[in-house]
């Protein structure tokens, strides 16, 4: 028999992906760990701390993997990250987990555009000085030749 799922609080229970990540040059691993990060935030402050264990439990990545992608992201500018200290019971300080600010995902559309005109700008100039070196190796043959 069909059974009919209860309606779910659609601000509770889900959380919106902007499409721009899509459009980053990211891949599955990022948009996971990014996902997740999106999924555990708290929206008033944009900010959430869960362990690089919890994050690679629920998208299936190693500690290590999740680190190494944190860093990625965060290099990219879709997240900010600082660290965090916990007082143990008897009162020693220790490193908590990372609390990571999702940031405004226009901000690393704009990196990424400006990342992708320097790469541009560096490649017209490599093949500006090619072309250059080309021509001076011509210019040479050509005064021995003569």
Not at 62 to 89: A, D, M
Not at 105 to 117: C, D, N
Request: hydrophobic residues 30%.
């Amino acid at each position: 028999m069909y059974q009919r799922w209860s309606k779910r609080d659609p601000v509770k229970y889900y959380f919106m992906v902007p499409n721009e990540i899509y459009n980053l040059g990211l891949n599955s691993s990022e948009i996971s760990i990014y996902g997740y990060l999106l999924r555990c935030e708290d929206r008033k402050t944009y900010q959430c701390h869960p362990s690089y264990r919890t994050i690679g439990s629920a998208v299936a990545l190693s500690e290590n993997t999740v680190r190494k992608y944190v860093s990625s992201l965060e290099e990219k500018g879709l997240i900010y990250t600082e660290p965090s200290t916990i007082t143990t019971w008897d009162g020693r300080i220790r490193n908590g987990s990372l609390i990571y600010t999702i940031r405004p995902v226009q901000e690393a559309v704009e990196l990424y555009h400006q990342r992708q005109l320097m790469h541009a700008a560096e490649e017209t100039e490599k093949a500006r000085i090619r072309k250059r070196l080309e021509q001076e190796k011509l210019e040479e043959a050509k005064g021995r030749i003569a």
